[in-house]
Structure formats: C-alpha cells, structure tokens
C-alpha cells in the first residue's frame, strides 16, 4: 500500500508539472496570438474572436468525451491530447510564418479550436484522476489545493506573459513557447510511473451505475435533485467563475484608468504575496475545513468587492493595498474548495462525468463574462452614473471620474458573489456533518 502511495504522489506530482507548464504555455500563446492579430489588423474583433473560439470549443467538448473519459486509459488520453497541441502548434508555425501576407482567420481560428478542445481533454482527465490517485482525505485535500490554485493562478498571469513575450520576441517566441509546453508536458506523462490500479474501472457503487449512459443533461438533473453538496458546487462554480473573469478584466483596465501603468507593478507584488499565503494557508490547516471557510472567504472578497465600487475606499490607498492582499489571499482557498466539493460527488471513477458538468458551468460562466461586461460598462454603469437625478449622497459615495464606471462594475460583482454565497449557505451546512 505505501509503495502505491509513493507511486500515485510521483505520478500526481509529475502530471501537475507537466500539466502547469501546457496550460501556462496554451493560455500565453492564446493572449500573444490574439495580440498579434490585434497589432496587424488592428481590428479588435479579431482578438476577441481567439478568445471565444476556445472558450466554445472548451465548452463542445466537454459533452463529447465526459461520460466516455472513465472507460478510456487516461495516460494514453494525455498523450494523445498534447501530441494533437504540438501539432496543431506546427500548423499555426507553417500558417503565420509563411509569408509577410496576414493568413485567412478561419483556418486558424479553426486550428485554435482544435488546440482547445486538446487542453480541456488535458484537464478534465488530470483533474478527475486526483481521487483515484489519493484515497487518503488529507492527501487528496492538498493534491486538489495544488491543481486548483496553479491552475487559477496560470488565468491571472497568462495575460501578462503573452503581452510581454508578444511584444519582445514576437509571434515566433510565442508559438516558440507553446510548442514547447506541449513536448515537456508530453515527456512529463511519459515519465510519470502509472499504475493499472490508477485507471481501473470500479463496480463498488450501485448508485451509479449505467452512468456513462446517462446524457448530459440528465446526469445534471440526477445531481441537482439528490444531492445539496451539487446545488452548491454548481451555483457557487458559476458565480466564482463569472465574477472572477470580470475581475480579470475590470482590475487591470481600473488601475490603468484611475491608477496609472507605474501602480500595476506594486499590484501585482502585493496581490502574488497574498496568493502565496493563501496556498500555504490552505496546505496547512484550511483545506481540511474548508466547508466551513469556504462561503466566509466569499463573502469577504464580495465586500472587498463591494468597496471597489465606493469612492472613499478607492483613495484609501493603504486600504485599498490592503483590499487586493486579502482578495488574493482568498483565490487559491475558494478555488481549492470548489475543486474538493467536486471531488466529493461521485466515486472517483465515475469523476470525469461529473467535472464535465462542472467545467461546462465554469467555462460558460466566463465566457458569458467576457462577452458581456465590457458592454455592461460602456452601456449600462457609464450612462447610470451621468444620470443628473441620482441623489446626492449616492453619487458622492459612488465618485465620478476616470474609472469609477469599472469600479462601479467591480461593486456589482462583489453583489453576485454575497447573494450567491448567501443563497447557498444552508445547502452547505446541511452536508457538514456528514
């Protein structure tokens, strides 16, 4: 049994690299690329596009090889997908660099789908095989903290590492890099020490079985019907998903605006301080009551939110450093307990259905997040705070200004994260206990 266990912490360990450096290298490459087409057409749309293509086909995907991921051996699963990412890598290289003349859209944004649908592949199998790896509670409480909180780690920082690579080495030191996150994931499943024991299929669970007949739909009401723990996985999933995407892209255009550039350093240290001692807070004592931490740490960031929106927090500089600190202190802890609530719906091996359902929820949520807030913004906040009737006391504690319609905006998603956390709060308690 411990040889096993030594054997399942190599094999998780070496995946998570080589899982880290494939998402890190997709998610650079998609901002560098979309940068790049920016840069050339000058056409804003067109980097909007890369983003929704792979948002989509991360979506499409997930139906498709959900069920069917547990019959399936998960080695050759990974490998298989990140071969398909280098290649569709070399086709990107012999379509960019072919020539001084700008490549017809559609074949690209094509390839990128495929490239996509490749990663999503990648980590619905990484992340339904962490409870077949650790059987052991607090083990697999660490292993889902490590994937989750890189993992949303790599969202925040890939936007600034694909403009700075885009920028100093060009379109060939992205696509560069991309390739190259794909080959070392590839070696890193290779190298990984797999067990037959890791991807056997179990027939413990009645419950659960003719699953991987069930569509998807079904198997969504199946789990919100019988289970509390799943109504507040897939509410709070949503929620967190959505608010955070505006976040991603609110916060940098807010600092910009009412800030300047030179904040933007300082901010980012700051927030990587809170981060970090939100991972090591999380490995060693929260994750391990993290249904009781979980919906509180929400409901903090929601007013750290909440205050964005307010002009006397917003030229508080001390409170305002001290805002993004706790924020980022939060994100690998609410992270990490979404991937634990998960992990707890099902047996481990009937898992990649049920991350399907999740990642579905997920990746809709911020696609719909990216799409609508700019205009949310622009179309909405803006003309509201030029109304001339609003009381005076609401526009002093609202502010005017560069700026305050994005703060404004941030408010109002610190509101969807409370009423959210405040609507599931029963449904979580109810499963303390058990």
């Given at each position: 049994?411990?040889?096993?266990?030594d054997?399942a912490k190599?094999?998780?360990?070496l995946?998570?690299?080589?899982?880290?450096?494939?998402?890190?290298?997709?998610q650079?490459?998609?901002?560098g690329?979309g940068l790049?087409?920016f840069a050339?057409?000058?056409?804003?749309m067109d980097?909007?596009?890369v983003?929704?293509?792979?948002?989509?086909?991360?979506?499409i995907?997930?139906p498709?090889?959900?069920?069917r991921?547990?019959?399936?051996?998960?080695k050759?699963?990974?490998?298989?997908?990140n071969?398909?990412?280098?290649?569709?890598?070399?086709a990107?290289?012999?379509?960019?660099l072919q020539g001084d003349?700008?490549?017809?859209?559609?074949?690209l944004l094509?390839l990128?789908?495929?490239?996509?649908m490749?990663?999503?592949t990648?980590?619905?199998?990484?992340?339904?095989?962490?409870?077949i790896l650790?059987?052991d509670k607090?083990?697999?409480?660490?292993?889902n903290g490590l994937?989750?909180?890189?993992?949303?780690?790599?969202?925040?920082?890939?936007?600034f590492l694909g403009?700075?690579?885009?920028?100093l080495l060009?379109l060939?030191?992205?696509?560069?890099?991309d390739?190259l996150?794909f080959l070392?994931?590839?070696?890193?499943?290779?190298?990984a020490?797999?067990?037959?024991q890791?991807?056997?299929?179990s027939?413990k669970?009645?419950?659960?079985n003719?699953f991987?007949?069930i569509k998807?739909?079904?198997?969504l009401?199946?789990l919100?019907t019988?289970f509390?723990?799943?109504?507040v996985?897939l509410?709070?999933?949503s929620?967190?998903?959505?608010?955070y995407?505006?976040?991603?892209v609110l916060?940098?255009a807010?600092v910009?605006?009412s800030?300047?550039?030179?904040h933007?350093?300082?901010?980012?240290?700051v927030?990587?301080?809170?981060?970090?001692?939100?991972?090591?807070a999380?490995?060693?004592?929260?994750g391990?009551q993290?249904?009781r931490?979980?919906?509180?740490?929400v409901?903090?960031q929601?007013?750290?939110l909440?205050g964005?929106?307010?002009q006397?927090f917003?030229?508080q500089e001390f409170?305002?450093?001290?805002?993004v600190?706790?924020f980022?202190f939060?994100?690998?802890?609410?992270m990490s307990?979404?991937q634990?609530a998960?992990s707890?719906?099902a047996?481990?091996?009937?898992l990649p259905?049920i991350?399907?359902?999740?990642y579905?929820f997920?990746?809709?949520?911020?696609?719909i997040a990216?799409?609508t807030?700019?205009l949310?913004?622009d179309?909405v906040?803006?003309?509201?705070l030029?109304?001339q009737n609003?009381?005076y006391?609401l526009k002093?504690?609202?502010?005017?200004?560069?700026?305050?319609a994005?703060?404004?905006?941030?408010g109002a998603?610190g509101w969807?994260?409370?009423l959210?956390?405040?609507?599931?709060?029963k449904?979580l308690?109810?499963?303390i206990?058990?």
């Amino acid at each position: 049994m411990n040889l096993l266990a030594d054997k399942a912490k190599k094999t998780f360990l070496l995946l998570w690299i080589g899982q880290l450096i494939s998402n890190l290298g997709t998610q650079t490459s998609l901002y560098g690329i979309g940068l790049w087409f920016f840069a050339n057409t000058q056409r804003l749309m067109d980097f909007a596009l890369v983003a929704l293509t792979v948002q989509l086909a991360r979506i499409i995907v997930l139906p498709l090889i959900g069920v069917r991921l547990a019959q399936w051996s998960r080695k050759r699963v990974m490998l298989i997908s990140n071969a398909i990412g280098a290649l569709c890598t070399i086709a990107f290289a012999g379509l960019l660099l072919q020539g001084d003349a700008i490549p017809l859209l559609l074949p690209l944004l094509l390839l990128q789908a495929i490239a996509a649908m490749a990663e999503a592949t990648l980590i619905l199998s990484f992340s339904s095989l962490i409870p077949i790896l650790f059987v052991d509670k607090d083990s697999l409480i660490r292993a889902n903290g490590l994937f989750a909180s890189t993992d949303s780690l790599i969202l925040a920082l890939a936007p600034f590492l694909g403009t700075w690579l885009s920028g100093l080495l060009g379109l060939k030191g992205v696509l560069a890099l991309d390739g190259l996150s794909f080959l070392l994931a590839l070696i890193f499943v290779l190298a990984a020490p797999w067990s037959p024991q890791f991807t056997r299929l179990s027939k413990k669970s009645a419950a659960w079985n003719g699953f991987q007949t069930i569509k998807h739909l079904k198997m969504l009401k199946q789990l919100w019907t019988r289970f509390p723990l799943a109504k507040v996985a897939l509410v709070m999933t949503s929620a967190i998903a959505f608010s955070y995407a505006a976040t991603e892209v609110l916060f940098p255009a807010w600092v910009a605006v009412s800030y300047g550039t030179s904040h933007m350093a300082l901010v980012i240290f700051v927030a990587f301080i809170g981060y970090g001692f939100g991972l090591l807070a999380w490995q060693k004592s929260l994750g391990f009551q993290w249904k009781r931490i979980w919906l509180n740490m929400v409901f903090i960031q929601a007013l750290v939110l909440m205050g964005a929106g307010l002009q006397f927090f917003a030229s508080q500089e001390f409170i305002w450093f001290l805002g993004v600190l706790i924020f980022s202190f939060g994100l690998p802890i609410v992270m990490s307990s979404v991937q634990q609530a998960w992990s707890q719906l099902a047996p481990p091996e009937d898992l990649p259905g049920i991350y399907a359902i999740r990642y579905t929820f997920e990746w809709s949520a911020r696609l719909i997040a990216f799409i609508t807030i700019s205009l949310v913004v622009d179309q909405v906040i803006q003309p509201i705070l030029t109304w001339q009737n609003f009381p005076y006391w609401l526009k002093l504690s609202l502010g005017t200004g560069d700026g305050r319609a994005i703060a404004v905006t941030l408010g109002a998603m610190g509101w969807v994260l409370l009423l959210s956390s405040i609507n599931q709060k029963k449904n979580l308690h109810s499963t303390i206990y058990k």
